[in-house]
């Protein structure tokens, strides 16, 4: 193990000893349910850089697959009362065959028609949902939290901390990814796809790989979300805000390294989560909105980037 | 069978007013290439400003689409502009942030146009709306007639244009192969940028269409993604005529799984059909490209 992967696994153990800590600490709900939204964006957001930030394909499907795993997770609880991680287990099951659908898309769509195809895929799924009676069809579905287990005396505490876990194997992932061969090859077929095919790049089974990665962990971040609001309906499980919150983040970050998209959700989320406290919610899709446009066009490599060219311009001053 | 006839004819009204809506979209996607996701907000944002003179100054729908058209026209230009300026004259990477581009101006009108007019459905008045003719059994309303009519015409002018006047055929020349223009001594950019206008500049009309076939409301274009999407695509990027053809398609696949299934799968059928050409023929039915 290198150095960099032991800081990081330290970090990482700190940080889930600190949310337990903190679940153990504070009485107050309210943090909970705010920091749970935002850890759910970090999860989406990295999950999303890895096909969207290493692979060049821009994914407006991110809420077809939050939706997925959000439905998933309220059919598993209604037919059998499963228990939270098989939820979570089952609708990344799901997320990855989903994703696999989507790998296959992408066998003859580059570029804008992937994009699109991504959002007629989320409306599609959306729709059926609609349709679906047993799950509440269009008018939604109530849900009856479970009372928390040990050592948790809440089930929102829990929750919390679940995603606090899932935040921290998605980051593994994504950093996996970027260190090997796969991260490599995705980076490869984003700069010239024929090119990296050329030479010898695997381009389909990669980009397959990093839809099912990507499709996977955004339904595992979806499925606790019926348990946190105790409700669901399909307008709002598959909301186009989730795809384009995400995207914000991920390209506000910088797509680059997996720190990005951490950072990006972590800012934006934070943002959101006050402005809509504040404010309005629709100001803080406003304020989004104008972000993402502002960061595309005068600093299109995010945050990551921004940082990086102040630590080399440091470095060019001193020679 | 009564009931199906009726869906064909009803069918190819609404097509050819999605054909109207989608022309724009023909022009600035199809041949010029810019990954437009904000097309459709474009076209709700036009209709809001029809509603606003309709309802502040009780102008016709029609003519009040015809007022705002050289509005949209400078915002078309200076849309293109702005692009042009910061994805295709870098080049790089243009691709994933040209399209997160148009996805956050989509939706960035999207809400303002939620805080200024608010979620709820607007409508606009005249003295066109809510009549109907009736032909046997059948019932047609007369708003969709009058955007049947409006449509054709403006599928024809537009055609027109392309192919007969000067600027009109710069335009597909650019589509064609901007280096040869290049080599001509023109200039692409400008060429592009006044299609980019006349793209917008469209949607003025096209605004009053969608706001007087039925009522509107902020979220609209996000159903209307898949609909223009479908049928450009579907028509083969940039041809006038496959353009009306493939909306009309699209208009009576839709009526007659209206009239089957239900308003509740409606949503769902251009974004459908738009993934199957996506997936079976790529180039559209009508392509220019092989």
């Known amino acids: 193990m290198t150095r960099n992967s032991i800081s990081f696994w330290i970090g990482a153990t700190l940080f889930l000893v600190a949310v337990l800590l903190m679940t153990q600490v504070i009485g107050n709900q309210y943090p909970f349910f705010a920091g749970y939204v935002i850890l759910q964006f970090v999860v989406l957001a990295v999950a999303w850089s890895i096909l969207g930030g290493y692979a060049g394909y821009v994914n407006f499907g991110t809420s077809a697959f939050f939706g997925i795993g959000v439905y998933t997770a309220v059919f598993l609880f209604k037919a059998f009362s499963a228990p939270l991680a098989v939820q979570i287990a089952a609708a990344a099951a799901v997320g990855a065959f989903l994703g696999f659908a989507l790998g296959l898309l992408t066998l003859r769509m580059q570029g804008i028609f992937f994009s699109i195809a991504t959002i007629a895929l989320t409306i599609i799924i959306e729709t059926s949902v609609t349709n679906w009676r047993y799950v509440g069809g269009a008018a939604g579905i109530q849900l009856q939290r479970p009372p928390g287990t040990w050592p948790f005396d809440n089930y929102v505490q829990m929750l919390f901390f679940v995603q606090a876990l899932l935040v921290v194997l998605a980051i593994a992932i994504a950093r996996f990814i970027q260190a090997s061969w796969i991260g490599r090859g995705l980076q490869a077929l984003k700069d010239d796809e024929l090119a990296a095919e050329c030479t010898g790049v695997p381009t389909l089974r990669l980009k397959v790989l990093a839809c099912v990665i990507s499709g996977a962990l955004m339904c595992a971040a979806g499925a606790p979300a019926a348990m946190y609001l105790q409700y669901a309906d399909p307008s709002s499980a598959f909301n186009l805000n989730y795809s384009v919150s995400v995207l914000a983040m991920s390209l506000i970050g910088g797509t680059a390294h997996w720190a990005g998209p951490v950072v990006g959700a972590i800012l934006l989320g934070t943002t959101q989560q006050l402005l809509t406290v504040t404010i309005s919610s629709e100001v803080n899709v406003l304020v989004l909105g104008v972000m993402l446009v502002l960061f595309v066009v005068v600093a299109p490599e995010g945050i990551i980037g921004l940082i990086r060219r102040a630590g080399n311009n440091r470095r060019g001053g001193k020679t | ?290």
Request: hydrophobic share 60%.
């Open chain 2, 1 to 290: 069978m009564d009931l199906l006839l009726d869906a064909v004819v009803i069918g190819v009204l609404l097509g050819c007013f999605y054909a109207a809506v989608s022309l724009g979209l023909s022009v600035s996607f199809g041949l010029l290439d810019v990954p437009h996701v904000a097309h459709p907000a474009f076209l709700v944002m036009a209709s809001y400003a029809v509603y606003f003179l309709n309802d502040r100054f009780g102008i016709d729908p029609l003519l009040a689409g015809l007022l705002i058209t050289p509005l949209l026209f400078l915002f078309g230009l200076v849309a293109y502009r702005l692009y042009y300026e910061t994805f295709e004259k870098r080049g790089s990477d243009a691709g994933v942030r040209g399209i997160a581009f148009f996805f956050g101006i989509a939706f960035i009108i999207e809400v303002l146009l939620i805080l200024q007019f608010g979620v709820d459905q607007r409508s606009v008045t005249a003295s066109y709306i809510g009549k109907a003719w009736r032909i046997g059994d059948m019932r047609i309303p007369f708003r969709l007639v009058v955007a049947f009519a409006v449509a054709a015409l403006l599928t024809i002018l537009l055609t027109l244009y392309l192919s007969r006047t000067f600027m009109g055929r710069a335009i597909r020349a650019v589509a064609q192969d901007q280096e040869a223009l290049r080599l001509m001594g023109a200039n692409p950019i400008r060429i592009k940028q006044w299609a980019f206008g006349i793209a917008t500049a469209v949607l003025g009309v096209a605004g009053a269409l969608l706001i007087i076939v039925a009522p509107v409301e902020p979220t609209l274009d996000r159903t209307y993604i898949g609909r223009t999407f479908c049928v450009v695509v579907m028509a083969g990027l940039g041809s006038m005529t496959g353009t009306l053809i493939a909306a009309i398609i699209l208009g009576v696949a839709e009526t007659i799984v209206l009239t089957l299934f239900g308003a509740s799968w409606a949503p769902a059928i251009s974004f459908a059909m738009l993934l199957g050409v996506l997936a079976v023929r790529p180039q559209g039915l009508f392509g220019r490209r092989s």
